[in-house]
């Protein structure tokens, strides 16, 4: 890039310029991007789409889209991070479970006055753990710097997340007060903490997960192409950077986080879940317990992964969610 060019990028709000040898001017790369305008999507919901919250030499920008209700009894407003699954290796923030309608979860969260930040995280092979924790908090910390320009309260953010997501998303509730796991993207100077937690089927401990059943056309196929020679399939050691090291698994684990400082959780899982079990989520409700933090498991009868099985049951599911985030938050 000519200095010409680097002189027509825009500082973002807050940040400040690298200084440059003598003469030359000074390259004005900013660590995020302001939120920009919104689209109107419905009667409900106008979106900020394709929001850089952090921008990393050597990475791809991360995104997110920001869901806000446009007929809100009050304002400021609550606001709740979605966390996409996919094993740590798939997906993205505009993707919902194939069992959930298109947008719904924003969609609701809007028409309950919530807005909703969706969020996009490195995956595993982009960069080992903790960077998609980093990621996480770098997203929160943008949405509590641009609270005032988007109308929403910085002191009532939640986290929901489903799979992968619902793993990082009870991560993130829990290392609020972990400066050691803050990383260095994006906005700086703002907490991470979030308020409340919704984990849909996410894992608690990866060294207590049982072997994944890989169906062998995986292994030599397209969708497995760019996995170098070598490297496991296994979603929690390829988090880990391809290793089954016991302590490495338990360090990206949301079990050894719990304290009695954690915020309130709610925790739904199916019980016929054959990817995660629900003993994931027992996991993780005896140790909110024994922290004595609130906390409660909801576990969905003849329900798989995604709530498979529970079709039926979809709407109320995610009704529960969106109201528990509207008593908490």
Not at 89 to 100: C, I, K, S, V
């Given at each position: 890039?000519?200095?010409?060019?680097?002189?027509?990028?825009?500082?973002?709000?807050?940040?400040?310029?690298?200084?440059?040898?003598?003469?030359?001017?000074?390259?004005?790369?900013?660590?995020?991007?302001?939120?920009?305008?919104?689209?109107?999507?419905?009667?409900?919901?106008?979106?900020?789409?394709?929001?850089?919250?952090?921008?990393?030499?050597?990475?791809?920008?991360?995104a997110m889209d920001i869901w806000l209700p446009r007929n809100a009894a009050e304002t400021?407003?609550?606001?709740?991070?979605?966390?996409?699954?996919?094993?740590?290796?798939?997906?993205?923030?505009?993707?919902?479970?194939?069992?959930?309608?298109?947008?719904?979860?924003?969609?609701?969260?809007?028409?309950?006055?919530?807005?909703?930040?969706?969020?996009?995280?490195?995956?595993?092979?982009?960069?080992?753990?903790?960077?998609?924790?980093?990621?996480?908090?770098?997203?929160?910390?943008?949405?509590?710097?641009?609270?005032?320009?988007?109308?929403?309260?910085?002191?009532?953010?939640?986290?929901?997340?489903?799979?992968?997501?619902?793993?990082?998303?009870?991560?993130?509730?829990?290392?609020?007060?972990?400066?050691?796991?803050?990383?260095?993207?994006?906005?700086?100077?703002?907490?991470?903490?979030?308020?409340?937690?919704?984990?849909?089927?996410?894992?608690?401990?990866?060294?207590?997960?049982?072997?994944?059943?890989?169906?062998?056309?995986?292994?030599?196929?397209?969708?497995?192409?760019?996995?170098?020679?070598?490297?496991?399939?296994?979603?929690?050691?390829?988090?880990?950077?391809?290793?089954?090291?016991?302590?490495?698994?338990?360090?990206?684990?949301?079990?050894?986080?719990?304290?009695?400082?954690?915020?309130?959780?709610?925790?739904?899982?199916?019980?016929?879940?054959?990817?995660?079990?629900?003993?994931?989520?027992?996991?993780?409700?005896?140790?909110?317990?024994?922290?004595?933090?609130?906390?409660?498991?909801?576990?969905?009868?003849?329900?798989?992964?995604?709530?498979?099985?529970?079709?039926?049951?979809?709407?109320?599911?995610?009704?529960?969610?969106?109201?528990?985030?509207?008593?908490?938050?």
């Amino acid at each position: 890039m000519t200095p010409d060019a680097a002189t027509a990028i825009e500082t973002a709000p807050g940040e400040t310029e690298q200084a440059a040898p003598a003469g030359l001017p000074a390259p004005a790369f900013p660590a995020f991007l302001p939120p920009g305008a919104a689209d109107v999507v419905s009667e409900n919901s106008a979106v900020h789409r394709e929001v850089s919250y952090a921008i990393a030499i050597g990475f791809r920008r991360l995104a997110m889209d920001i869901w806000l209700p446009r007929n809100a009894a009050e304002t400021p407003v609550p606001l709740v991070v979605w966390i996409h699954g996919g094993a740590f290796q798939l997906g993205d923030r505009r993707e919902l479970p194939p069992t959930f309608a298109p947008d719904s979860v924003f969609r609701r969260l809007n028409e309950a006055g919530i807005a909703c930040a969706t969020v996009d995280y490195r995956h595993a092979l982009e960069a080992p753990f903790p960077a998609q924790l980093h990621d996480l908090k770098a997203a929160v910390r943008y949405l509590r710097q641009h609270a005032g320009f988007l109308g929403v309260d910085a002191g009532r953010i939640g986290a929901w997340g489903e799979s992968a997501g619902g793993h990082l998303a009870a991560l993130l509730g829990l290392t609020g007060a972990r400066e050691d796991l803050e990383g260095g993207l994006g906005v700086q100077g703002h907490s991470s903490a979030v308020s409340a937690v919704v984990d849909f089927y996410g894992v608690s401990s990866l060294p207590d997960m049982p072997a994944m059943s890989i169906p062998p056309g995986m292994m030599n196929g397209p969708l497995s192409a760019a996995v170098p020679n070598g490297m496991t399939l296994e979603p929690g050691p390829m988090l880990v950077g391809g290793t089954a090291d016991a302590a490495l698994l338990a360090a990206a684990s949301p079990l050894g986080y719990v304290g009695a400082d954690a915020p309130p959780f709610l925790l739904v899982h199916g019980d016929s879940d054959g990817l995660v079990p629900l003993s994931q989520s027992e996991l993780l409700a005896t140790a909110l317990a024994d922290a004595n933090v609130r906390h409660e498991l909801i576990s969905v009868q003849s329900g798989d992964h995604c709530f498979f099985g529970a079709e039926d049951r979809l709407d109320g599911i995610l009704g529960s969610a969106v109201d528990y985030f509207a008593r908490e938050l």
